[in-house]
């Protein structure tokens, strides 16, 4: 879907190909449009869909979310669902995967698949409890005592980062 809402395929073989090999990202009722168009952006140069589970905080033709997305968001495979229900109903087999800072194991300690789904929470408050409780594999990233939580963008980076290397998709793109 482009940013107004309207179903946006991205063209060409390459994201056909990756999208068979690596990894997407689902951020579950964003609140700050400028995070969620990083993280659209950081999704369109790796060839990986975005899902946004609604409702989100900011309308998609909100200035901030196009400034942060520039004009990667019309290479972007964006897609929007309305609900988590109509989201896990959708996910056809992929592995859930959320980061967390209440998981117990760190993303350096997990193996990530081809096909993974890695799911972000809310920026002010996560994912609810019962969305927590059921997803299967939750990972977080070790930070220092006394720190909360890292920008949703910067920890999707960091995981993305991590994810791509272990399942050698980032070399189909040298």
Known sequence: MDVAGRCHIAAGDFHAKMAK????????????????ATIGRMCACF????????PAGFAFTDSSFRRAGMDYLEKLDLRRVAS???????LAGRRLVLLSTKASVPYTDFTFQKGDTLSLGRESAGVPDEV???????????MVAGTRSLNVAMAAAIVTGEALRQIGSHKTLL
């Open 21 to 36: 090999m690596t990894i997407e990202i689902a951020l579950y009722q964003p609140d700050i449009a400028p995070n969620a």
């Open 47 to 54: 060839g990986m869909a975005l899902t946004i589970i609604e």
């Open 132 to 142: 927590h409780a059921t997803i299967a594999h939750r990972i977080r990233i070790p």
């Open 84 to 90: 988590w229900q109509a989201f896990q109903s959708q």
